[in-house]
């Protein structure tokens, strides 16, 4: 029963506090203003909305403590401190950016900042496992830096950076995904849906990583409820970027299902890696700069709606997600290559749906992102 009430405390938690996390942006006017061609809706709608996401996750989790459903074998105490300090940490920094609107480079101290605690908490990747055999041991050089109630604080160079470029990479696939009603908060709900469900395997057998899942999937999915189309509050920077960087520490935690959650995100990861490669190369600026070069803008291009757009992501995260539950180590190098598959041929379609007219009517050389929608 303990999976029920964590998923349900969080749920509720979320959908109680999601209004009034709304009345306080607005009172305070930080809003996301429709003063973009990219922007989707036509009326200001409040921000903040990862506040009710955070607040959700640490009420749930302290009931989990409560009952003594948390610590466990795989999820820390010291896990738990980091996680819950780290989301704090982007929590802060997304408001902050909500109302001032920082600069890329100023937004980018809160991911790194969350990603150091979460590191320094004992949250890391120990070994990469090929998938065709063997393991890649990331932990060889290991460093004790001091000790703290009796438990080791060790500095290993070479996980440490790989955790903290693994949690920046699903930090900002989410970010950069967040451009449709609710297709961030339901992608991370399936995530960590399926993270549990993966968690709760026999092969696997970790409870705990799963009520931490579940307390997760639950946060979301009770804010889905106001930000799905038509979103009344967005997540905003905080709750946007929470997202991917709890999925990937979830990743972390349920003994290196790196695969797993890469199949979940997949397709917005690919995509992302595409956009920013055009942004460079092609059209040389800054890849910070927002525009409408996402397949999940592209797919309204194509004809989809804003609800059939979201439920397109929903399927592919979890159908492709849930493959995990039967895949093995190769089987799912090839899933991935499927996914990669799938984002080509819907960049190809929506390039030859684009050129079409365009060269009726004498537009092919006009830049696809200065479109007014």
């Known amino acids: 029963m303990e999976y029920f009430w964590v998923t349900l405390s969080a749920v509720a938690a979320a959908a109680l506090l999601t209004p009034l996390v709304g009345r306080v942006a607005a009172k305070y006017r930080v809003m996301d203003f429709p003063d973009e061609a ?14 009710a996401v955070f607040v959700a996750l640490a009420a749930a989790v302290a009931l989990a403590l409560l009952m003594g459903w948390l610590p466990g074998p795989y999820i820390k105490w010291k896990y738990v401190i980091g996680i819950v300090c780290a989301s704090f940490i982007l929590i ?33 990747v ?6 065709f055999g063997g393991q890649l041991q990331l932990d060889r050089y290991s460093f004790t830096v001091l000790w703290w109630g009796g438990i080791p604080y060790r500095l290993t160079l070479i996980a440490d950076i790989f955790t903290l470029c693994w949690l920046l990479g699903m930090t900002y696939t989410t970010k950069f995904l967040d451009g449709l009603d609710g297709l961030v908060s339901g992608i991370a709900a399936i995530g960590a849906l399926v993270i549990a469900a993966v968690s709760l395997m026999k092969e696997v057998s970790q409870p705990d990583t799963a009520i931490l899942a579940l307390i997760v999937a639950g946060a979301f999915a009770g804010f889905l409820i106001f930000n799905f189309h038509p979103a009344r509050i967005f997540l905003g920077e905080g709750g946007s970027t929470l997202a991917g960087f709890l999925l990937g520490t979830l990743a972390i935690t349920s003994g290196g299902k790196i695969a797993t959650t890469l199949l979940v995100l997949g397709l917005p990861l690919f995509d992302a890696a595409l956009v920013i490669l055009r942004r460079l190369v092609w059209y040389r600026r800054s890849p910070a700069v927002g525009d409408r070069s996402h397949l999940h803008f592209r797919l309204l291009d194509l004809g989809l709606s804003h609800r059939q757009a979201v439920l397109f992501y929903y399927f592919i995260a979890a159908a492709f997600g849930m493959s995990t539950l039967f895949l093995s180590g190769w089987e799912k190098v090839v899933a991935l290559g499927v996914l990669a598959s799938i984002l080509a041929v819907m960049v190809a379609a929506v390039v030859s749906f684009k050129q079409g007219p365009a060269a009726a009517s004498g537009e092919a050389g006009r830049h696809p992102d200065n479109r007014k929608v």
Do not use: C, E
Not at 38 to 51: Q, T, W
Not at 126 to 131: C, H, L, V, Y
């Open 126 to 131: 120990k070994f990469i496992t090929n998938p």
């Open 92 to 124: 802060v920094g997304g408001v902050i950016d909500d109302k001032y609107r920082l600069k890329p480079a100023r937004q980018i101290v809160w991911p790194i900042l969350a990603a150091l605690v979460i590191i320094s908490s004992g949250v890391g």
């Open 38 to 51: 990219r922007k989707m809706h036509g009326r200001p709608i409040p921000l903040m909305g990862g506040v």
